[in-house]
């Protein structure tokens, strides 16, 4: 703990004592029993093994006098809670109610009057044996304060019976729904803050204030010494949403990693809202290692390039790449039209993307890149759509006249629209992937300007197109191509393989997100795919009456699949990206992270998904090999992972920390306090062990 606070809140409580009516200290102060009632209250009649227990703390405040918040402000101290319990049970951190705001003579302080209820969970061992009796013994210690301030504390018990099954207590049932009530809840939405002077600029998202009539909104730090706690904040609406100006302390020289307190939101017409929050720092120009604008534009292009090489791209890729060998031997403008048509369809793509991707997070997701394959919905359609255009080059059905056209009857007479929706596919399934430069550059556009933050998007669009563009523009290495000829036909069916394969790779991703016994209608759905492109290929070719029921039976096909995926729910928590064979992974989460950092330990992180190609190539090539798994126990380094399959707030926010919007993340704590290393994005076995060395 910092000394200055300590001596602030100390200068600040002889100030409170200075002040004092002379009438008032002859009296005498009054008794610390008389200021506060503290009880120990249980949730539960009973308790069973391995169950969680909620113990309140009620503290009766007399009026006019406060206690304190974790954070008490500028004096005070917070209420605390020294346990006494039966062996292996132990107590999680308090549950802290939304303070109150107090400001006395020029000293501000968070805190509570009144009624107060500081909730407690308690985990109970799995060995507790039925029959005993449990006895929970705590020693508060509170500081109540009006014009002076008194130091105050109980010695608590209570003893409860050990049962088969926990037993609900009906009389006070409703004291802990009011004191969960009064809880902040986990924010659903997405805050950023920017230091600016004075202040820092808290903004909140539009779309949590929509209902709101002319809200205003209060901030309680968690940590001491960041905000000037006398001050009352200012709040102005703007087209990012709600920003909440908070006056900075005094001593304040740099911004803090995140801002995390409490978030309370009030409007006109009383309605009330508390958030617990961890808001990201959301700089206007430069962000890690010093990149601006066009440095952000720049590595945008480079990692779209480099995306080419990403093993997502090469089905679709392959493709294309044979549509320039096929036209090679054609007119120069036509092979033109062709890569510009499919640098359009990317472009297109990008900027899609990047839209929704901003409108989603101004609108308080926690969303980031790869965001669309977290729904199952959307890997089930696309495993369809590579399904049958797989089955079209295996020549169960042509789609067109044209490779160009194998996105359906999509192809023109050139086949360009062909070209065009093959280049929205050849963005659809490099989400999957994250190259090098992409992480900063990703990073950057989520925090810019929306003009800027489309055109970094753009940016990555063109350097994916760039190979295929300049194939197309380009002639002399064409002469080295053969004739077109039934060569071509070989390679058109060879290359259904590929895409098999991605399809067999997006199902076992939506097997992690939904569990099987859910995708088994997705599955289905195949099946159904395969039928309508076997009955369209029968009958494109008949007479009319044919032609039109072979298409209505082949619609209805598809639209039963298309069914089949809708109907996916709820995901399942996606275990096996996360647990396999290799290094001994423990689930990632903050606060495990913290604890180990607290206790010494050194920590690789490794934030991945199960739709993640890079990820899954990392961690067979680098991570799980035999001489990384061998420095991991030499150093005793503690591995955990994070999966990001399906949407996780929690992750996503540890991401942005670290100027990422995707996975994958890796990072390696020495255990010795300071900054992690952060490995790149492309790993091998000597880059771990390198940084390994370095830690």
Known sequence: ?????????????????????????????????????????????????????????????????????????????PTSIDWKLPPDFSPGPISWPVPEHFVQNGIGNYGYAGIVDLLVPISVPNASVPGQTALFEAEASWLSCSDICIPGGQNLSLSLPVAERSAADPSTAQLFAAARRHLPAPAPFETRFASTGNYFRLVVPSSTVAQMRNPTGMFFPVKESLIDAAAMPNT????????????????VRSAPATLDGVLSLRGEDGAERAYEISANPAPAAPVEGGVVWWQALLLAFLGGVVLNAMPCVFPILSLKLLSVAQHAHGHRSERAYHGIAYTAGVLASFAALGIALLALRAGGQAVGWGFQLQSPVFVAVLAYLLFAMGLSLSGVAGFGGALGGVGGR??????????????ILATIVATPCTAPFMGAALGFALIAPAALAIGIFLALGLGLAAPYLTASLTYR??????????????????????????VAWLLWVLIQEVGPDNALGALFGLVLVAFAVWVYGQTRFAAPLGWWLGTGLAAAGGAAAIFFAASLTGAMPAKSAAFRDGL?????????????????RPVFVNLTASWCVTCLINERVALDSDAVRQAFAERSIVPLKGDWTSQNPEITKFLQQFGRSGVPLYLLYSGKGGEPIMLPQILTASSVLDAIGKS
Do not use: C
């Open 1 to 77: 703990m910092r000394i200055e606070p300590i001596l602030g809140r100390m200068l600040a409580l002889a100030g409170l004592v200075a002040l004092l009516p002379w009438g008032a200290r002859a009296e005498g102060p009054p008794s610390p029993a008389d200021l506060v009632k503290a009880e120990l209250v249980a949730e539960a009649a009973s308790i069973a093994p391995g169950t969680t227990l909620w113990l309140d703390l009620h503290l009766a405040v007399k009026p006019g006098w406060h206690v304190y918040w974790q954070n008490p402000g500028d004096s005070g101290l």
């Open 236 to 251: 102005e609406r703007d087209s990012d949403g709600l920003a909440i100006l908070l006056p900075k302390a005094s001593d």
């Open 410 to 423: 999509l192809a023109t007479r050139s086949g360009l629209a062909g070209t065009f929706f093959t280049g």
């Open 477 to 502: 290495w064409q002469r080295l191509l053969p004739k077109p000829g039934r060569w071509m036909e070989f390679v058109k069916q060879l290359l259904a393989f590929p895409l098999y394969g991605t």
């Open 584 to 600: 001994q992974y423990q689930p990632f989460t903050p606060q495990r992270l913290a604890d180990l950092e607290s206790a010494g």
